[in-house]
């Protein structure tokens, strides 16, 4: 089966056919470093990962983009505010960032561009927008004529009779109703971050960031671009006028695009009490990989609604997994002879894992798959022996090479370090100190040792 999947440009499922035979050009949106993630931003983020190591998996070769927004209204905003650099604004962020990122077991970007860092880009860019009659200055600032554009309104499925070109915005994000044309350069402003450029000292727009550096480390036409919902409008549809007007081509093949985030379904907020970073959750002692499970249990294109129930759910069908795993990784018989029908049932439940991928990467739908070879797998595991318990262990690997909600074992702790862990832990249970307990647990999560409280004291296992 090919791989195929719904692009927002054009409204329906398509079969994925790239640009350059064997290699896909992948810009995924990143943060806008003004404050730290939340756990919705992160279902893009891992969706992303998913789709990316998919790929991999069909041996593309992929080059992955992910920008970094550190020029915009709040990150600006928010210097001002601290009278402070902008720098030294988004710094932390940044590095809370990636912290972030690895925790949750997504895999690196290839390139990470600034937009601090490509002004220049940027500044190019706009002048040949200007060259080409699409863009226009008014005062100090630049903007960019929609309807220079004709195509405007594609992506986001605004009719051209709603359109209100020659009214001039300056926010980076407005309204879907507010269809105006956009800031490409803003002038300086007094007390605002600024650079001197032949277009004058200024600073960009927020859409103009995004189609600069996509250009850069993709060219001007690429296979795939990415993001949350919300980046739909004004976001990706000022990308596609500003790259396509300018290049006089096709900006981007494949949109793709994942859905919100909800709690106990209603929107995140602050004012509501639901907003939760990933530091949040990880406080209350859950493993980040089954975090990372629950952002990817529900299809892309539906909303996910997070709970606390939910992520037990999660929990438990990743115990269910790692427990019949760790039961893989024990001494079977000596040799328990011929086991054709193991191989033929890895090589269908294989093809079949991926099959669902292949259609619109049915995450969950193939989720449930693995779990038909588990429930398939274990009434015959004791007459498994080490060459066969082997061979599934490695199917289990491929498997997440896609999904990463595994853990390789650990042997970087001897049982003498795991026990004297476990009895710091209880000390500190002891104390009441349960933030250290909860911190030692995680330790050793993440070290892939996982600990049972039962009746009978604390018991734990190594585990994927």
């Not at 079969?15 to 064997?22: T, W, Y």
């Not at 709603?162 to 490409?184: A, M, S």
């Not at 991926?354 to 449930?368: E, H, K, T, V």
């Amino acid at each position: 089966m090919a791989l195929k999947f719904f692009n927002t440009l054009t409204k329906q499922v398509e079969p994925f056919r790239e640009i350059d035979p064997g290699r896909v050009g992948l810009y995924t949106c990143g943060p806008t470093v003004y404050d730290y993630p939340h756990i919705g931003n992160f279902r893009s983020y891992v969706f992303e990962d998913v789709v990316k190591r998919f790929l991999l998996y069909r041996n593309y070769k992929v080059r992955h983009v992910m920008n970094i927004t550190d020029i915009d209204d709040k990150t600006i905003r928010k210097a001002n505010e601290r009278n402070v650099t902008l720098a030294e604004v988004t710094g932390p962020y940044i590095e809370a960032f990636f912290k972030d990122i690895a925790t949750l077991n997504i895999l690196p970007a290839d390139e990470y561009p600034r937009a601090t860092g490509h002004i220049p880009e940027m500044v190019q860019l706009i002048q040949d927008l200007l060259d080409k009659g699409v863009a226009y200055r008014k005062g100090d600032s630049i903007y960019f004529s929609i309807a220079g554009f004709p195509a405007y309104g594609r992506l986001a499925n605004i009719e051209r009779e709603n359109l209100k070109p020659g009214t001039r915005v300056d926010l980076d994000e407005y309204e879907k109703n507010n269809v105006q044309d956009f800031v490409l350069w803003k002038g300086r402003k007094p007390g605002e971050h600024f650079w001197p450029t032949p277009l004058g000292e200024g600073r960009p727009g927020w859409h103009i960031e995004c189609s600069a550096m996509s250009s850069k480390y993709l060219g001007t036409h690429f296979d795939i671009h990415m993001g949350g919902v919300d980046n739909i409008f004004p976001h990706h549809e000022n990308e596609i006028a500003q790259s396509e007007a300018a290049s006089g081509g096709t900006f981007v093949n494949y949109w793709l695009h994942c859905q919100h985030l909800v709690v106990n379904n209603q929107k995140m907020s602050k004012s509501l009490g639901n907003f939760y970073l990933l530091g949040d959750v990880l406080q209350r002692g859950y493993d980040p990989l089954v975090i990372r499970w629950l952002l990817l249990s529900t299809h892309y294109r539906k909303l996910l609604n997070f709970t606390w129930e939910n992520l037990e759910m999660a929990k438990s069908a990743m115990e269910r997994i790692n427990n019949f795993l760790f039961a893989l990784r024990q001494p079977g018989p000596g040799c328990s002879g011929p086991t054709p029908w193991l191989d033929e049932l890895i090589a269908a439940n294989e093809l079949a894992f991926a099959s669902a991928m292949d259609d619109d990467f049915n995450i969950s739908g193939s989720l449930g798959i693995f779990f038909d070879f588990i429930h398939a797998v274990n009434p015959r595991l004791d007459g498994l022996d080490a060459a066969a318990r082997g061979r599934v262990l490695a199917y289990a690997g491929r498997l997440n090479g896609v999904l990463g909600v595994l853990r390789p074992p650990s042997s970087e702790l001897l049982d003498a370090e795991i026990m004297a862990l476990i009895e710091q832990r209880q000390q500190a249970r002891r104390e009441k100190n349960f933030t250290l307990a909860d911190a030692i647990r995680r330790e050793l999560q993440e070290k892939g040792i996982v600990l049972m409280d039962t009746p009978d004291g604390v018991q734990w296992k190594r585990c994927l």
